[in-house]
Structures are given as C-alpha cells and as structure tokens.
C-alpha cells in the first residue's frame, strides 16, 4: 500500500466525485467550487468537443445530426475513455482558473463500490492524461461515509446508502475498512427511466430525460404526502404525433418508481445478511445513513426505516457529502490511506 504523507498535497489539489449525473468539484482549502452535469457535445463531422457541462446539457435533445450529446459515463465507469479525458481535464482546469498549475494537481477521485480492476486504472489513466500528476481513487461509499463525519476509523458498523445517478452504492464499513458492500443500477436515472415509461403506458406520451428529471425532483415523493403535488408535463402523442400535455401527481411518481424502490430494498438486505452479527448490532442501533441525489426523494428515510426496521437519516447537504468527504482526504490524507484502492493491487490483479 503507497503511503501519503500530508505535506506532498499542495494548495491546489483537488477531488472530485465524477458522478454519471453531475460532477463536482472540491479544491483544497477553498471548499466545492463547481457542480456541473457530466455531458459533453461531440461534433460528429470535425470530431471535436462542442460544449461541457452546463452547456452541453442544455442542448439535450436540441441538437442538428452531427452534433452527440454524450454522457461519457454509465453506471459510475467510464464508457467512453477519451471524452471523459476532455470532462476531467475540463473540470480541473476550470476548478484551477487563475491559479498557478505548474506542476499539476493531485486529485482524489470517488468511484462507485466494487468497481472493477480495469474501470479503476481508467478513471486514474484519464485523469492522469487530464493533467493530474497523480491520481488516487477512493470508493464512493467511503468518501460520502467521511463527508458525513461518521466513525470510519472506529470498531463500530457504519452503513451507508449512496444514491447516484448511475448506481447506487451500500456498505458496512468498519475499522478502515468496507466489511460488505453491493452497488446497485436502482438510482436517479432508473427512476427517470420509470417515469418516462409510466408516462407513456398511463397516457400514451411521450416525454425525454430532461423532463423527467424535473418531474422527479418537483413532485417525486415515495410516501403518500399531507398535500398533493402535481406538475404539467408536455411531450408527443404517440396516437397524433402531436404535442400534448398531461398533469401528472406526486401519487404517479410513487406508482412509476415502486417496482425500482422494492429492487434497491432487496439489494440492501443482501448487504445487511452478509454483515458480521456484531456489526450488525452497531447498524441496528446507529442505523443507516443517506447521501447522494436519491436521498432528496421525498418520504425515503421514512420508507426505509420503516422496510429495514432500522432508524434511517439524511446527511445534512446530501449532494456534496461524497466530494466533502474525497475534500477531507486531500486536507489530511494519512488517517485514510487504508480505504485507497491501491494502484499496484490493480497492477497485480488485473
């Protein structure tokens, strides 16, 4: 295992949760300073990168033939190396505008739990070629687990729950390490696939991701609420090929996202069967603890408490608990250097 002494970070080191949704930023000793989606334009024709980030995102769907609006990553990995190469070298030079960059940066990145040997050494390759001296890669579940201030590092069981936008990461993590872990495809992108679909079984319509992105944070909710939330939404008619809109009730998002909900529920009691009884005494007692996007959706604590039988909360600022955490690390790397994913153990196994 490389060790990490405090005193090789330099002011401008970096992490960043290079999330499938969005992707942000934290600089040392300057806090999170960008949070941007993880798209990119791609000129077919001339092979160059149009737009990144918030200005890739608004041409979803608005684009002439030649021109892609990607997501380089699915799932948390990295599918398509050399625009991801582009994404990370953009967000680093950005997060370092006006800033000496000599002589690079350090960056610490989150990546999904359990991921590969070969998706690991992608993600530290493209931000070495980004222009990161040196990259070290820390799972997701941990990070968010130390933005959030829990007891890593002590003989307790820690659970927690990170809802992406890609995957969904569970773990028990114990004594510097994750005891049992799962990394599930139930996330903010498949509940906008549910909607989406639920849309146009219920109402023979037709709406894009975009829209039901913003249907699932305006109105989602997974438990009944006090007072009804709805939202117009318009799309095609499939019956006309017209434009059309329908009103759509917080009541139809949690019908859409049940089936998903159910799946995410048997992923965790996988994760909490695997776990050692003495920890599971600890999580029984601490509970669980959600970060992430997911972790917005109204009434989920209460829907997991109530399915687990475990006292369930959200950490404050859910959306930045993973680059906080990935932040402290570059603060002082030393008392976390067990949870790095070790590039010579990657050499080795893959």
């Not at 090789?8 to 934290?26: E, M, R, W």
């Amino acid at each position: 295992m490389a060790k990490f002494s405090k005193s090789l970070f330099f002011g401008n080191d970096i992490a960043i949760d290079l999330g499938t949704t969005n992707t942000l930023v934290y600089v040392k000793g300057r806090g999170v300073v960008l949070t941007e989606p993880s798209v990119v334009a791609v000129n077919d024709k001339t092979n160059q990168i149009v737009a990144i980030g918030k200005e890739a995102k608004a041409m979803l769907g608005k684009t002439p033939a030649h021109i892609r609006v990607v997501r380089p990553l699915s799932h948390g990995v990295i599918s398509d190396f050399e625009v991801t190469e582009e994404l990370l070298a953009y967000f680093i030079n950005k997060a370092q505008s006006g800033r000496m960059r000599f002589f690079g940066s350090r960056v610490v990145i989150g990546v999904p739990t359990g991921v590969t040997n070969v998706q690991s050494r992608a993600v530290r390759d493209a931000a070495r070629n980004a222009g990161a001296r040196e990259a070290i890669i820390l799972e997701e579940a941990v990070a968010g687990a130390i933005g959030a201030k829990l007891p890593v590092s002590e003989a307790v069981g820690t659970m927690v729950l990170d809802i992406g936008g890609g995957t969904t990461d569970i773990a028990v993590i114990a004594l510097k390490g994750v005891v049992s872990s799962k990394s599930s495809p139930v996330a903010g992108d498949r509940f906008n696939e549910n909607i989406i679909d639920f849309v146009r079984s219920e109402f023979k319509l037709g709406i894009g991701e975009r829209t039901a992105e913003e249907v699932k944070i305006s109105i989602g909710a997974v438990t009944p609420l006090s007072e009804t939330l709805s939202r117009t939404v318009r799309g095609r008619d499939f019956a006309t090929g017209l434009p059309r809109e329908v009103l759509l009730t917080d009541a139809h998002i949690r019908e859409a996202i049940s089936p998903s909900l159910d799946t995410l529920m048997d992923a965790m009691k996988e994760v909490i069967e695997a776990t050692p009884p003495e920890l599971l005494s600890d999580v029984l007692e601490r509970g669980v603890t959600v970060f992430g996007g997911g972790a917005l959706l109204r009434g989920l604590p209460q829907v997991l408490a109530k399915m687990l039988g475990v006292p369930v909360k959200v950490t404050p600022d859910p959306l930045t608990a993973v680059v906080r955490g990935a932040g402290i690390v570059t603060e002082d790397p030393a008392p976390y250097e067990d949870f790095f994913i070790d590039e010579e153990d990657i050499l080795t196994e893959a």
